[in-house]
């Protein structure tokens, strides 16, 4: 993975954003945002992201060749042998750039990886750093890793959608000795809507006060208190098309910058986005600026809190924050908010590459890093979830054993209950694991990721109507958010218009999408034995596994569940323990069968051992007694 600075005119950013997300989602860490102009403060800024870049994509349009900003930015890039020129429109580039091959990105309409698009991806792994390569491949059979149905449990810890920062909540603690924490809003100019942005920000931030700091002192630009800790600015984009926000210190040194421009979203759902942003930037800047765990250098800082900013708007896939994150760790080891969010960021990658290309590469560098950090903070929870996902062949109950460690050693960290939550799904313990999730929300109430996992536990435990009303509220609080997305997404797939959101996905597609299609519209025993074929053809992939038993539950073909699964091998099997007690399955839980399959799969031994028994078995309408089932498998 490679750090990329993206350089644009400001009117090519309908051009700009598709490329940034695609460059991301190749597992880059790309500085993308809209650039603030004018002023020393925001230059600052800039520069310090040029310097931090392995690359230096510059997009040359008719527009950009005419900016100073964007010809200083290649220029910087060209100078140090990092420059990756991209033609949006066939213009040529200006005098000083004419002797780089200009890659020709006209025709790309932000779909697909045509091969100009191939050539980018080339041209910025050849100035990649050798140690932070990282092979990205999609699972085979089809399907995309970023299907969270995909995932396997319990033996990995998978947190779809979860927001780093929550990762680093539990070890804030305001701990100024000096006393509160001064935060002021101000107006970066006198314009009526930055005026207005200010007080809208200060009104917000004042509601999140309580998750943010409970000795944090926020004050207006008319309040007189001298000089504050930070400062938030707040500013309208000339022509009214979004906000900016910036975050400087003390002594007026530029900590973070953003802009926020969504054609999708209405003012008050853009104002509501700054809000929440800013709350979780200042959350991630009060743990810096406290100097619990020492102090980080100006660009070390910026890498710190664009992953904060960053992890409201990433979904579950969240392998560029991996890159700075480990930068900062590096460089400050003992800053533990750091550490806590990269073991996250890394334990979500090894998830997400699950059956992947690059799977072991991902594990053995989540296990190096977890080494590392064991030798400044031993006993920190995220070590041992992180000791969870590594521990690829554990049994059921040293499985969960960890996990509940990790929950008694921090059980205020909203990451580690949802991981307990997911281990508490894939032994039946549901109603646990519900529990699990609405603690997480309640405690991180900042983070789109947690709320969506509370969201899709709800639906995956049958609680729909509930998870439809939480869902609404959360996508007024977040307007269109990525891991908000993937939670509809998941939710319609399941209970909704499945067709139409296959159609609109591109997440969903291949071979095996297109059998679960045929079969889920019309469930006859070709169109079922032709999902099974395909299944037992690919039996070695988990995701593949979890998908085709939950599309059997929902046709109610309970015979072809055991029939697949009595085949199927033994780590397949664990990976789809998770899917077993979704509301679909429901009649193939009451069939004597499952006591059997549950032994096979390791289940039983953990059941009794633990006398932590599933909430089925106390279902009324079971026919059968769990031990006494149990205990005829001896």
């Known amino acids: 993975m490679a750090g990329v600075f993206l350089s644009y005119d400001r009117d090519d950013s309908a051009r700009a954003r598709p490329l940034a997300l695609a460059l991301e989602k190749a597992g880059h860490a790309v500085w993308w945002d809209l650039h603030v102009r004018g002023g020393a403060q925001f230059s600052k800024v800039i520069e310090e992201a040029l310097k931090a870049a392995d690359a230096v994509v510059v997009l040359w349009s008719k527009d950009s060749v005419e900016s100073p900003w964007v010809r200083d930015e290649a220029a910087a890039g060209r100078d140090s042998g990092r420059l990756v020129p991209v033609s949006l429109d066939r213009t040529e580039p200006p005098l000083g750039f004419r002797q780089f091959q200009t890659i020709d990105l006209s025709k790309w309409t932000g779909r697909g990886k045509p091969a100009e698009f191939q050539t980018l991806l080339a041209s910025i792994a050849a100035l990649e750093p050798e140690r932070n390569r990282m ?85 207006s630009s008319t309040a007189n208190i001298g000089r504050p800790d930070l400062v938030f600015q707040t500013a309208v984009i000339p022509g009214g098309t979004g906000e900016s926000l910036v975050l400087s210190d003390a002594n007026e040194e530029v900590l973070w910058s953003k802009q926020f421009q969504d054609p999708n979203s209405n003012a008050a759902e853009q104002r509501q986005q700054v809000g929440f942003t800013a709350a979780r930037v200042l959350r991630c800047a009060l743990q810096e600026s406290s100097g619990k765990h020492g102090r980080l250098q100006s660009d070390l800082r910026q890498m710190f809190l664009d992953a904060c900013a960053a992890s409201t708007e990433i979904g579950w896939d969240m392998r560029s924050l991996v890159l700075p994150l480990r930068k900062v760790t590096e460089a400050a080891p003992r800053f533990r908010p750091a550490w806590a969010q990269l073991l996250m960021a890394e334990v979500n990658a090894a998830s997400f590459m699950r059956d992947s290309t690059g799977d072991e590469q991902w594990r053995s560098a ?133 067709e139409k959101v296959l159609r609109e996905s591109e997440e969903y597609s291949g071979p095996a999408v297109n059998l679960y299609i045929a079969a889920r519209k019309d469930p006859t025993d070709s169109n079922v034995a032709a999902v099974l074929g395909y299944l037992n053809n690919n039996r070695t992939n988990s995701g593949l596994a979890a998908m085709g038993v939950q599309a059997l539950g929902e046709m109610n073909r309970v015979d072809e569940v055991f029939r697949f699964l009595d085949a199927a091998p033994p780590d397949v099997l664990k990976g789809v323990t998770y899917v077993l007690f979704r509301p ?8 004597p069968r499952f006591m059997a399959l549950a032994k096979r799969i390791g289940l039983l031994e953990y059941w009794q051992k633990s006398g932590h028994w599933p909430d089925f078995c106390s279902d009324p309408g079971l026919k059968y007694d769990c031990k006494a089932e149990a205990a005829k498998l001896g």
């Open 135 to 219: 092979p990205v491949a999609k699972p085979p059979g089809g399907v995309s890793s970023g299907n969270r149905d995909n995932r396997q449990l319990p033996l990995f810890a998978a947190i779809a959608l979860l927001a780093l920062v929550a990762a680093g909540l539990a070890w804030w603690r305001p701990w100024n000795a000096s006393g509160p924490s001064v935060v002021a809003v101000r107006p970066a100019d006198q314009g009526a809507g930055s005026q207005h942005l200010a007080q809208d920000l200060l009104v917000q931030l004042g509601t999140l006060r309580p998750a943010l700091a409970s000795s944090m002192k926020l004050v």
């Open 366 to 498: 989540l296990q190096s890093d977890t080494n590392r950090a064991r030798k400044y903070f031993p006993d920190m929870a995220e070590i041992t979830v992180a000791e969870y996902e590594a521990g690829r062949n554990l049994s059921f109950s040293e499985a969960v054993g960890l996990l509940d460690k990790a929950k008694s050693q921090d059980p205020d960290n909203p990451f580690v209950l949802s991981q307990h939550a997911l281990a508490m799904v894939s032994t039946g313990r549901v109603i646990e694991s519900v529990d699990d999730e609405r603690r997480a929300a309640a405690l991180d109430p900042l983070s789109p990721g947690v709320r969506a996992e509370y969201i899709r536990t709800l639906a995956y435990a049958g609680k729909i109507d509930l998870a439809r009303a939480e869902l609404a509220r959360a996508k007024q609080l977040w307007p269109g958010t990525e891991t908000l997305r993937e939670a509809e997404t998941s939710i319609e797939l399941r209970y909704g218009d499945f």
């Open 584 to 591: 679909w399955l429901a009649n193939a839980r009451r069939d």
